[in-house]
């Protein structure tokens, strides 16, 4: 009896141990995240890079009527994370521990690792820089729309060649571009020869993407929210109460950041609202909205 109580004990005890361990691994892993996060933080450039367009960001499509999302399910966010080029950039993302989607930049003299660190990423979208209305800091080998069909090919060949997992493009400035569906429709047919899909950045109200995917009965995906355009850790966190708020009325957002201290400040400090939806890689977003 005796003996029974002693190791029944000594079972509950070790038991207790154990848990207690468990325990403090959790918290321990959790806090490591933390310090992690911190240092990210603290290394993190804030914003100083000037956007494209100066006052507010062009207006989101207009979606379909409310989509009902399946009993139980949360809605979707796909967050992106554009301009991503450096070492620095991925460490810090990957700090926040929150499945994000980064896109990469083809590489340039300015950033020229950009493709070898996509390709020790798992999943990753290239950021496609196009020509803008006005834009002076222009990525090199940019498409323009004055460039032909063989060009765009060509172009299209090579970020296969340099992204050989890309499955989805975003585009990088853009608003001349994507304004101009002659244009569109070249890259748009490259891409699906290397079965790339687009997701229109929306840098411009004026583009021509929205007619263009629905006279080709495709699906148009694109930015429904830019979270830092005012580089403000206040304003990214009402962004995000924003991108909750549409995920919930339609059954899915897609927000798109870009790697500076206040993004990830903003987006760590909103952890506990994006409890409410369920952040998604890109493909599982597109893959929703082509079934609706
Ligand atoms: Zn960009």
Redesign the pocket.
Known sequence: MLIAFILAAGGYFFGYQKAKQEHRGALLTERQHSAELKKALKKAKARTASHEYEKAPPRPAARAEKVEPETGAKPMMAIIF??VSFAHDVRNIKALNLPVTMSFLPPSKRHPDSAALAAKQSYYMV?LPMEAVSFSAEEPLTLHVSDDEAVIDERIRQIKNLFPKVAFVNN??GSKFTADRGAMEKLLYALDREGITFID?RTTGKTAVPGLMKSLHRPYISRDVFLDHDPDVDAVKKQVRRAVKIAKKYGSVVVIG?PHKQTLQGLAESKALLESVQLVRIDTLAAYESHE
Do not use: F, R
């Open positions: 554009d301009d950021h990088h400035t950045s870009h």
